[in-house]
């Protein structure tokens, strides 16, 4: 199958376009710029759509050119030519939107379904959580840079429950979703397994890592950090029971890969 993938040189990207290339795929890359994509899309029966702002940052004009009518544009591109599944990489904060990357998220794949109706598109939409690996950057990353280094971290009152998805196993579940018939016009979570609390997710790093995490307690109410704190569980028993998809990787190995990671880049610093 020809595939193409917005965002394929991205955190994302850089492990999926190996993954669908060992199954047999053809894949064929695009960037992170949709306004001169229509020769790009010619002759794919599939696209995954990964270019998108992954964090709330920026100016929310920004947010919403690039996340909802970016993502607009590409569905419009690929129902014109012809392109049979389109799949959408949005959020978990799509589903209950609290903040202005949550409703862009949820207003792009409003976005999806209405360009795919009465066309031969069929939108596929997958939700993460938060997803963690090699190249990650942002919260995560400064997470494992503070444990690696052995600082202090207020973080030990905190009894919250929060879904992740490794890299790795988000991979292996866009590829279910491009590959099944069953996946066309459904949505869908995707995690690891089970949640963990924010103290959990820092001394599995610390496990990861080789260095113990040093958490001490503090009110969590006081902490300015919500994505740490608070709490952000997902059921993906339909993906799993829909299209048998099971992760291939366990919590613990992908964060050891990510560690892996971490390491090789002179602990965090390039």
């Not at 307690?217 to 950090?225: K, R």
Request: proline share 7%; net charge positive; aromatic share 8%.
């Amino acid at each position: 199958m020809r595939i193409l993938v917005t965002g394929l040189s991205g955190f994302i990207g850089s492990s999926l376009g190996p993954l669908l290339e060992a199954r047999g795929h053809e894949v064929r890359g695009a960037g992170r710029e949709v306004g001169a994509l229509d020769a790009a899309f010619r002759g794919c029966e599939a696209v995954v759509h990964l270019a998108n702002i992954a964090h709330a940052s920026v100016a929310p004009d920004l947010l919403w050119r690039v996340n909802v009518e970016g993502t607009a544009r590409a569905a419009q591109l690929a129902a014109a030519q012809g392109v049979r599944r389109f799949i959408y990489v949005s959020s978990a904060k799509a589903h209950e939107p609290r903040d202005a990357y949550g409703r862009a998220k949820l207003a792009a794949e409003e976005a999806i379904r209405r360009v795919a109706a009465g066309t031969a598109l069929q939108p596929v939409i997958l939700r993460p959580p938060l997803v963690y690996g090699p190249r990650v950057r942002a919260n995560f990353l400064a997470l494992m840079r503070a444990i690696a280094r052995g600082w202090p971290l207020p973080l030990a009152s905190i009894d919250n429950r929060r879904s992740l998805v490794y890299v790795g196993n988000l991979c292996h579940a866009i590829t279910a979703c491009v590959e099944s018939a069953g996946a066309a016009g459904k949505a869908f979570f995707v995690a690891d397994g089970a949640p963990v609390s924010t103290p959990e997710l820092c001394r599995a790093i610390g496990d990861a890592v080789g260095r113990p995490a040093r958490l001490f307690p503090f009110p969590p109410a006081l902490l300015p950090f919500e994505r740490l704190t608070g709490s952000l569980q997902v059921d993906d028993s339909a993906l799993r029971r829909e299209l048998g998809w099971q992760p291939p990787f366990s919590f613990a190995e992908g964060l050891r890969a990510t560690a892996d990671w971490y390491r090789g880049t002179n602990g965090g610093r390039r």
